[in-house]
């Protein structure tokens, strides 16, 4: 199955919902829809320069959708009816961008999906708010659906105890760069479950949707987020692997990561196996947060010397086959189900 197709031709039905939501040009109207009436007046022109044009210009550059894709073929293959719930696709991208323009301004990060990061583009003070504004405009879509209280209950519940978790794997993330921790003290599972709430909530968060909206049980709801979950903490792993051999596929700095300072799980490898003097020089060279390449190059050869790359590559594996065996006999057999576990091969072996 050519993944990276269906991906292409999804994303241009995915924008088109998110766009018929969130369009790229607003009024006052849709003011009105979007955050009630008011007693005075909205500036839209305002506003559509502060939030709907930067919100479009990240959207526009690309990315995979693979998130809210992950939805629909779940959606698909649990039998939900997506010509009434098709619009929670818009849930989960607006959030997984917000969460990327917040992630770059934590960062100092210089680009995203080739171009400037956002917060350099408009400022500071423009993206800090566009950040907060995606995590919390997307909730309009469920306010206005049309389900029965549990439903309901379950779907805001998920939503709100997901995104508590993403901000506590961004926490965890900072902390570590910032040195709050020895790097050598962070064992494989901190770094698991920094990544479980940072990148596998929100994938966790489109198949809990899926479940709750197929009606299953809470038990099968964990199952299905669990095995989602575990997609996206493959997706970071393999991210992670990019970053050190071709940032500049993901538009991203070369060895960003490095320059950032963040404990992956090749670094982790690394310090568990090397001799003392490169154990210290890798950690000197994490903690200078430094831009120069050759020193760059010099963190990354220390992590090839002890093949972490190759550690990190089968972990990932191992992930996304145990996932599986958890989730499959939960699924019903058609081709959807094919298709995702096509796409969670797919987040290991990708190179992009």
């Known amino acids: 199955m050519d993944i990276e197709k269906e991906l292409r031709e999804n994303r241009t039905r995915i924008d088109s919902i998110i766009e ?39 959207l526009s550059r690309g990315g995979k959708r693979w998130r809210p894709w992950l939805f629909l073929i779940l959606a698909n293959n649990l039998g939900v009816d997506l010509n009434r719930f098709k619009d929670l696709v818009t849930i989960v991208e607006l959030l997984h961008n917000g969460s990327l323009i917040a992630d770059d301004i934590e960062d100092g990060a ?48 998920a939503y709100i105890e997901d995104m508590i978790r993403i901000h506590l794997g961004q926490a965890t993330d900072i902390g570590w760069h910032r040195g709050l921790r020895d790097p050598e003290d962070i064992k494989v599972e901190h770094y698991l479950q920094m990544c479980a709430n940072k990148t596998g909530v929100l994938p966790r968060l489109a198949a809990r949707f899926a479940a709750i909206l197929a009606r299953l049980s809470p038990e099968d709801e964990v199952k299905i987020g669990k095995f989602a979950e575990s ?12 970053n050190v051999m071709g940032a500049e596929k993901l538009g991203k700095s070369f060895g960003e990561d490095i320059t950032e300072g963040k404990i992956t799980l090749m670094v982790i490898y690394t310090l568990s196996r090397a001799n003392e003097e490169d154990k210290r020089r890798l950690k000197e060279i994490l903690g200078m947060h430094t831009r120069d390449r050759m020193l760059i190059e010099e963190a990354i050869s220390i992590l090839k010397k002890y093949g972490s790359i190759e550690y990190a590559k089968e972990f990932a594996r191992n ?21 995702l576990r096509s796409l969670a ?8």
């Open 110 to 157: 210089d680009m995203r999906r080739g171009d400037k990061a956002i917060h350099l583009k408009y400022g500071l003070d423009v993206a800090v708010n566009l950040s907060s504004a995606m995590y919390f405009m997307p909730l309009r879509i469920l306010m206005e659906m049309d389900v029965d209280k549990d439903i309901y209950r379950r779907l805001v519940e």
């Open 231 to 242: 997609i996206g903490i493959a997706f970071q792993i393999q991210d992670d692997i990019i």
């Open 319 to 339: 992930i996304i086959r145990r996932s599986w065996e958890d989730v499959e006999g939960i699924l019903p057999n058609n081709e959807y189900k094919e298709k």
């Open 345 to 352: 091969n797919f987040m290991v072996e990708r190179e992009f």
């Open 20 to 58: 018929s939501r969130f369009p790229k040009n607003i009024d006052l109207e849709y003011l009105k829809w979007l955050a009630g009436n008011s007693p005075y007046l909205y500036d839209p022109e305002v506003i559509q320069k502060t939030v709907f044009d930067p919100m479009w210009d990240l």
